[in-house]
């Protein structure tokens, strides 16, 4: 329930910054249409962080030539229990090791060579070190941004999958990937399409680094029809991104005749964690990037666009995902008065690049 013994510290704090016209007081909260000035969103942001530590937030969208700022209740804070981060990575790293095992035995015999056992757990440590590094580094950039604002967000939480060996495939890789909770919405576009590009973008910088050592340590294969040995769930990680074709041809050699360290496996899957994230879509990543400019209707008919695509080019599980989440739009930023930033617009070319270069054929 709202309490109106904050009513006057409320009304101080919008009093002090706008200029306003009308006020409503409801059931859920305050209303205040005022003047939309040149600074807003500086205005705007000193507003938030003052409301927030009286326990409320504001939101703020454009009504009849003017701005109607919202206020409610905040979600209460909740203290996070960290026993469940280490318990959960604890599970996700016998996971990941138990299909990075798997991949490293398909390596040696890709090689033609019978590994020791010390050989083999040296290649699964390489294994679960790069593939969580990546994807603990993609969470990690959208933490740093949340706090950067001045915001909150949780630490990341990873979920552990099915492993390679229960015949899961590319899919098995022992996780789903690994997830922050953000205790906030974001404070205005320029954050939101910060939130969303800052993610992939580090880590696709994690899996780049992670394919020069994957390359590098990426052989010949002993015999071309080695591979027909390792089955087809396997032979999926020969269908690599443009960018891994790319080290590969700067090695002179190629990565279809080449026996994949089970590091650049780790890189191959942390490029098609960018790929998916950055497609302009529904609560992806690169839907909250799109979603900075566009408004929530646009939203959702590009999802639905982007879901045909997904399912024509064969990624039927992720089509259906985002059909589904189309219909669960993005509800923007906290401030939608001022537009996104002339410098953050041009990076959508720089996006573009990413999801040519990360792109798998699946």
Request: no cysteine; glycine share 8%.
């Given at each position: 329930?709202?309490?109106?013994?904050?009513?006057?510290?409320?009304?101080?704090?919008?009093?002090?910054?706008?200029?306003?016209?009308?006020e409503?007081?409801?059931?859920?909260?305050?209303?205040?249409?005022?003047?939309?000035?040149?600074?807003?969103?500086?205005?705007?942001?000193?507003?938030?962080?003052?409301?927030?530590?009286?326990?409320?937030?504001?939101?703020?969208?454009?009504?009849?030539?003017?701005?109607?700022?919202?206020?409610?209740?905040a979600?209460?804070?909740?203290?996070?229990?960290?026993?469940?981060?280490?318990?959960?990575?604890?599970?996700?790293?016998?996971?990941?090791?138990?299909?990075?095992?798997?991949?490293?035995?398909?390596y040696?015999?890709?090689?033609?060579?019978?590994?020791?056992?010390?050989?083999?757990?040296?290649?699964?440590?390489?294994?679960?070190?790069?593939?969580?590094?990546?994807?603990?580094?993609?969470?990690?950039?959208?933490?740093?941004?949340?706090?950067?604002?001045?915001?909150?967000?949780?630490?990341?939480?990873?979920?552990?999958?099915?492993?390679?060996?229960?015949?899961?495939?590319?899919?098995?890789i022992?996780?789903f990937g690994?997830?922050?909770?953000?205790?906030?919405?974001?404070?205005?576009?320029?954050?939101?399409?910060?939130?969303?590009?800052?993610?992939?973008?580090?880590?696709?910088?994690?899996?780049?680094v992670?394919?020069?050592?994957?390359?590098?340590?990426?052989?010949?294969?002993?015999?071309?029809?080695?591979?027909?040995?390792?089955?087809?769930?396997?032979?999926?990680?020969?269908?690599?991104?443009?960018?891994?074709?790319?080290?590969?041809?700067?090695?002179?050699?190629?990565?279809?005749?080449?026996?994949?360290?089970?590091?650049?496996?780790?890189?191959?899957?942390?490029?098609?964690?960018?790929?998916?994230?950055?497609?302009?879509?529904?609560?992806?990543?690169?839907?909250?990037?799109?979603?900075?400019?566009?408004t929530?209707?646009?939203?959702?008919?590009?999802?639905?666009?982007?879901?045909?695509?997904m399912?024509?080019i064969?990624?039927?599980?992720?089509?259906?995902?985002?059909?589904?989440?189309?219909?669960?739009?993005?509800?923007?930023?906290l401030?939608?008065?001022?537009?996104?930033?002339?410098?953050?617009?041009?990076?959508?070319?720089?996006?573009?690049?990413?999801?040519?270069?990360?792109?798998?054929?699946?």
């Amino acid at each position: 329930m709202l309490s109106f013994d904050s009513q006057p510290s409320v009304e101080k704090e919008v009093f002090s910054r706008f200029s306003v016209r009308e006020e409503y007081i409801g059931s859920s909260g305050w209303q205040f249409l005022v003047e939309k000035t040149d600074d807003f969103k500086v205005r705007f942001k000193d507003l938030y962080f003052s409301l927030r530590e009286l326990g409320f937030w504001a939101f703020a969208r454009k009504q009849q030539g003017l701005v109607l700022i919202s206020i409610v209740k905040a979600t209460h804070h909740k203290e996070r229990n960290p026993w469940i981060y280490i318990g959960l990575l604890a599970v996700t790293l016998v996971s990941v090791a138990v299909s990075g095992y798997e991949l490293s035995i398909a390596y040696f015999m890709a090689l033609g060579v019978k590994a020791s056992s010390t050989s083999v757990a040296l290649t699964t440590a390489e294994f679960v070190i790069s593939l969580l590094a990546i994807l603990g580094i993609h969470e990690m950039g959208h933490k740093f941004v949340t706090e950067k604002s001045g915001e909150r967000a949780s630490w990341p939480y990873f979920i552990p999958g099915p492993p390679y060996l229960l015949g899961a495939g590319f899919l098995g890789i022992g996780t789903f990937g690994a997830v922050i909770m953000a205790e906030e919405p974001p404070l205005n576009r320029d954050h939101l399409f910060d939130l969303g590009i800052s993610g992939p973008m580090a880590g696709f910088i994690a899996s780049v680094v992670a394919a020069g050592i994957g390359v590098a340590l990426s052989p010949p294969l002993a015999t071309p029809s080695v591979i027909q040995s390792l089955g087809q769930d396997y032979a999926i990680f020969y269908r690599v991104p443009l960018l891994i074709q790319i080290f590969f041809a700067l090695k002179g050699q190629s990565p279809y005749y080449s026996a994949l360290n089970p590091i650049l496996i780790a890189s191959w899957i942390g490029m098609l964690v960018t790929f998916l994230n950055l497609l302009p879509a529904a609560q992806l990543d690169g839907g909250h990037v799109f979603r900075s400019f566009l408004t929530q209707r646009q939203m959702m008919a590009l999802s639905v666009v982007v879901a045909m695509l997904m399912f024509l080019i064969g990624y039927w599980l992720m089509a259906l995902l985002v059909l589904i989440m189309a219909f669960f739009p993005d509800p923007g930023a906290l401030e939608e008065i001022t537009p996104l930033s002339k410098g953050r617009k041009s990076s959508l070319l720089l996006i573009l690049a990413v999801i040519i270069l990360t792109a798998i054929a699946i």
